[in-house]
């Protein structure tokens, strides 16, 4: 691939070269041309004067002759003017005598074309050497521009070879270079952290599956060996049921989130938003103002939240919603235990369970929040979790509102 940019630089930098510099030699070669016809038309105006001086003095005697290495013709009246030979250049003069049209001068052209051929010749060849002297000098350019090039190619090939390794060196120099080992860089660090971030889902979501799945081959083998367990087996089933639901219908919801990447909201009023989350029992301190106001409909987001916050709260849950000029903002506090502050940064990632902050019996499967943020982030709006006036977490959810 270096190769053939190579060549095509050189072939395109001498092509222009040579175009370049033809077109400059055809107006040099014209210009030349036409001074030194002038300068031999000026010399045989010159010749022709002295000529013509000494005709008259003898006696006004015109007769052809050749001198000063012109060939001078005595057009004489009711005579053909003679035709130009092939070359020569010639100058006419009319002459007023009684039995004289005119004189005409004819010189030879050869030494001038002589000389128009040289340098022709010379100047093609030129413009050739010089042009191939561009597209070698273009080639070695190319290959000394493009060896960091290849340097980094053969770095990133060693990378996807060997996982190991870290990532391409950066000079400097601010040039196109590391600015592409940079965005080079970038890349496989998003390219790593999706993949470190999918086998991650993958194990997470395995385990989260298996569990429901032993607690129903338990529960079924229970029910084997001693039977008359068929009201425990069936609550049992219902409930791992529900949770396995719960479960594949919040992995669907993250795929369909995630191939979508960009979601067009409908705008509906916040009352309709608390009502469709299940958040209007636990709203305090709201007017109608703030009700009527249009926002996109993150409701699942809400509920997701809203929810987290009633598996975890001790005995009360508020929700208050705050609005400046731009967006407008639910706050959502319990009085639990609390998200610690080393955790905060973790908690919406998919699967994630604080420490000791909630079990695998609580009915969570750590997705809710995740899917919140995906689904705020996609309405252009923003969640972040700190510590509540209550005692527990206090969860901001904010939106634009129209």
């Known amino acids: ?59 006004a005697q015109l007769t052809s002759r050749s001198e000063l290495g012109l060939d001078i013709r005595v057009v004489r009246r009711g005579e053909v003017m003679p035709p130009r030979r092939s070359g020569t250049i010639r100058i006419i003069r009319e002459v007023q005598l009684p039995e004289v049209d005119a004189l005409v001068a004819t010189a030879p052209t050869r030494q001038i074309d002589e000389t128009l051929q040289a340098i022709r010749t010379g100047l093609w060849v030129s413009v050739l050497v010089v042009g191939l002297l561009v597209g070698i000098a273009a080639w070695f350019a190319v290959d000394r521009a493009l060896a960091p090039v290849r340097h980094l190619t053969r770095q990133a090939r060693t990378i ?48 989260e599956l298996r569990t429901p799945l032993m607690v129903l081959s338990a529960d079924a083998e229970y029910a084997a060996e001693h039977g008359g367990a068929t009201t425990d087996l069936a609550e049992s089933v219902l409930s791992q049921s529900e949770r396995l639901t719960t479960l594949v219908d919040d992995l669907l919801t ?86 610690p502050p080393d955790q905060r940064d973790h908690i919406f990632k998919r699967f994630y369970r604080p420490d000791g902050g909630r079990s695998r019996t609580d009915g969570g499967a750590g997705l809710g929040l995740a899917i919140a943020r995906v689904e705020l982030n996609m309405a252009a709006g923003s969640i972040e979790v700190g510590e509540s006036p209550l005692g527990g977490a206090q969860f901001s959810l904010s939106v634009p509102w129209a």
Do not use: C, W
């Open 160 to 207: 996807e070879a060997d996982q190991s390794l870290q990532l391409l060196p950066v000079t400097a120099s601010g040039n196109e270079i590391s600015e592409l080992a940079a965005t080079f860089n970038s890349m496989l660090t998003k390219l790593r952290s999706a993949d470190t971030e999918r086998r991650r889902f993958v194990s997470d979501a395995s385990h």
């Open 254 to 339: 993250l795929a369909s989130l995630d191939e979508t990447q960009s979601q067009t909201y409908e705008m509906v009023p916040v009352a309709e938003v608390l009502a469709s989350a299940a958040a209007s029992r636990f709203l305090s301190g709201a007017d109608d103002d703030i009700l009527s106001v249009e926002i996109p409909n993150v409701s699942r987001a809400l509920a997701n939240v809203v929810a987290n916050a009633r598996r975890h709260m001790a005995e009360t849950m508020v929700v208050s919603i705050e609005r400046n000029e731009q967006t407008l903002t639910f706050v959502i506090d319990d009085d639990g235990d609390g998200v």
């Open 1 to 59: 691939m270096a190769g053939d940019i190579r060549a095509k630089v050189a072939a395109v930098a001498a092509l222009v070269t040579v175009a370049l510099l033809s077109f400059l030699s055809a107006i040099g070669f014209v210009t030349m041309v036409n001074v030194m016809r002038n300068s031999q038309i000026d010399l045989l105006n010159e010749r022709l004067n002295q000529v013509e001086t000494r005709l008259f003095d003898q006696d």
